[in-house]
């Protein structure tokens, strides 16, 4: 089980990136991804999650309404498309996965949900 981010960079406030989380090893459609964030001196903190196994989503307060989580099973990628991006949206990105079931319709998306992960991806937004 293998899994890449990319699609971080530089980015002027109320700007727009889409992060990319190549999965391999298995399809996108077996297991649930999650997004993680990690902004510097900040715990890890789940952003966004999308589920095969009962079709949930979950976007975290601080996102909800700006970032979409969608996947595309032929290219096994999952997506992280995120809009008017905040200056307090910088931070490394990660997506995880884990072999067990999950549901993203959760009250908050922890850490400790998911057994693998990939690197991770800038972002940084400039105010």
């Known amino acids: 089980v293998q899994l890449q981010a990319s699609g971080g960079g530089l980015v002027q406030a109320r700007g727009s990136l889409r992060l990319s989380c190549q999965v391999s090893?298995?399809?996108?459609?077996?297991?649930?991804i999650g997004w993680f964030r990690q902004a510097p001196g900040k715990e890890r903190e789940g952003v966004s999650c999308?589920?095969?196994?009962?079709?949930?989503?979950y976007y975290s307060d601080s996102v909800r309404g700006r970032f979409t989580i969608s996947k595309n099973n032929a290219d096994n990628t999952v997506y992280l498309q995120m809009n008017s991006l905040k200056f307090e949206d910088t931070a490394v990105y990660y997506c995880?996965?884990?072999?067990?079931?999950?549901?993203?319709?959760?009250?908050?998306?922890?850490?400790?949900?998911?057994?693998?992960w990939g690197r991770g991806t800038l972002v940084t937004v400039s105010s």
């Open positions: 999308i589920s095969p196994m009962d079709g949930s989503t």
């Open positions: 090893g298995f399809t996108s459609d077996d297991y649930a």
């Open positions: 995880a996965t884990d072999a067990s079931p999950i549901s993203c319709s959760t009250a908050e998306l922890r850490v400790e949900m998911f057994g693998s």
